[in-house]
């Protein structure tokens, strides 16, 4: 009974900043890879940054390194994504994942989502 729940989205200006929180229950968080994803309208879904759970090495996708950072608090199953100096392009819903298997690249093979919460920014 794997949950995943997303929070934090919203709508910013270019240049703000946004802090997404995912919080897992059901399975023993340090044994999965963790990670966000985002799909905009019309879109493919586009992985954004993994993070190996039990080191914390991280992963991302090129147009958001040294804008976002993924993060985690182990002890209370908690993963999170500040996003920095945002862009219109970012704009999209974003989705909370786990995977069984922990990762060691930016992989889009996830088992388990989120619902979503949803991202908007304005030019």
């Known amino acids: 009974q794997v949950q995943l729940m997303e929070s934090g989205g919203g709508s910013v200006q270019a240049g703000g900043s946004l802090r997404l929180s995912c919080v897992a229950s059901?399975?023993?968080?340090?044994?999965?890879?963790m990670g966000w994803f985002r799909q905009a309208p019309g879109k493919a879904r586009e992985a954004v940054a993994v993070i190996n759970t039990r080191d914390g090495t991280s992963y991302y996708v090129e147009n958001v390194e040294g804008r976002f950072i993924i993060s985690q608090a182990n002890t209370e199953n908690m993963m999170y994504l500040q996003m920095n100096n945002l862009k219109p392009e970012d704009t999209a819903t974003y989705y909370c994942?786990?995977?069984?298997?922990?990762?060691?690249?930016?992989?889009?093979?996830?088992?388990?989502w989120g619902k979503g919460t949803l991202v908007t920014i304005s030019p």
């Open positions: 059901g399975f023993t968080y340090g044994r999965y890879c």
């Open positions: 994942a786990a995977r069984r298997i922990r990762c060691n690249y930016l992989t889009n093979a996830m088992d388990y």
